[in-house]
């Protein structure tokens, strides 16, 4: 059921069932994560590979030093300038932390999200939500509640509906397990926002090597359409697509070879932030069209255009 009523999600939470919330990157699947149980049914609903932890989620840094997490000088450097906001922070665990939520390691996923609903539920709740995104493992992050709806609908007791996502790209993580902080994912914060803070850090990450095992499920491919998706240069692969039906993701471009009903803008007047919260909604978009294939842009590598290349590279892994 989808509403707005923060009372019924939160006597949800406590009983330990699942509320789909509203954040500013994607719509989280949460609940307790200090309930096993109800960590458990995260796993079940979105089918997702028990190896591949979760996100912890309150609406202050008090409380989870509370939590015996012990955060560092930088971790908290950033947190007064990203925090709330689409930064997540993974930090060695403490014996609170559940190894349900953090897959069997020594470290935990920490955020604050700046959504309103998100923050005042959150600020209610004496424990964590373990929340990741609302979709089914593997298929395209919910930017909104009929998103959720559509795919978990039946296995949530309750969809807190808070909108649109603003950001509408999942969260950038960054480690501070060794000497150097590393991003481990890029997403809603940009590396030159991080880095305008405490300096060089390493983002040097591909997909051959280092994410695993800190990261597992962050190589496969993932947030991805059900039609075939091909990133590069679209002229050319309009060429290499005759006699199929093309839908093109591009960032300001017009593709006069293509039907204007199958060419999605993502902005117009070139701005990547607007061009990220945009991209789940069409994906989702043209999963629903008549087409055989679609054909994406890669974006500039600079700014958000960073995680939107992310996104769409992992989406087109077949
Ligand atoms: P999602 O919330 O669906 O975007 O997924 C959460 C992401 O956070 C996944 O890519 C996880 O691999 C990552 N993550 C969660 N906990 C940890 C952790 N303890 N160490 C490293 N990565 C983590
Ligand atoms: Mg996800």
Not at 19 to 48: C, H, M, S, W
Not at 128 to 153: F, I, R
Not at 200 to 222: C, D, E, T, W, Y
């Amino acid at each position: 059921m989808i509403g707005t009523d923060l009372n019924k999600a939160i006597n949800f939470l406590k009983q330990g069932e699942l509320v789909a919330i509203p954040t500013e990157t994607v719509y989280g699947l949460a609940a307790n994560a200090f309930d096993e149980k109800a960590v458990l049914k995260i796993y079940q609903a979105k089918n997702r590979p028990q190896f591949n932890p979760l996100i912890i989620h309150s609406n202050a840094i008090e409380k989870f030093t509370s939590w015996g997490l012990i955060l560092p000088e930088k971790l908290l450097q950033l947190a007064t300038r990203f925090s709330p906001g689409p930064l997540t922070y993974v930090i060695p665990k403490s014996n609170q932390i559940p190894d349900m939520v953090t897959a069997g390691t020594d470290a935990v996923a920490i955020r604050i999200p700046n959504h309103p609903i998100a923050l005042k539920l959150l600020s209610e709740l004496d424990f964590p939500l373990a929340a990741p995104s609302a979709n089914p493992s593997g298929y395209v992050s919910p930017t909104n509640a009929l998103h959720v709806q559509e795919q978990l609908g039946e296995k949530v007791s309750y969809i807190l509906d808070g909108g649109e996502c603003n950001v509408g790209l999942e969260s950038t993580i960054i480690s501070f397990l060794d000497n150097v902080p590393s991003i481990l994912r890029f997403g809603g914060l940009s590396l030159e926002a991080i880095e305008s803070v405490i300096g060089k850090v390493n983002s040097s990450f591909n997909n051959q090597h280092a994410i695993s095992p800190v990261a597992p499920g962050m190589l496969s491919r993932h947030y991805a359409t059900k039609h075939k998706l091909i990133v590069g240069d679209v002229e050319k692969n309009i060429l290499q697509s005759a006699s199929q039906k093309i839908a093109i993701i591009s960032f300001h471009k017009k593709y006069n070879e293509v039907v204007e009903a199958h060419q999605f803008i993502l902005s117009k007047n070139k701005n990547l932030e607007e061009a990220a919260q945009k991209l789940f909604s069409v994906m989702r978009a043209i999963d629903k069209l008549d087409v055989d294939v679609i054909l994406a842009e890669e974006f500039p590598e600079i700014g958000l255009g960073r995680a939107i290349n992310d996104r769409l590279k992992r989406a087109s892994i077949k």
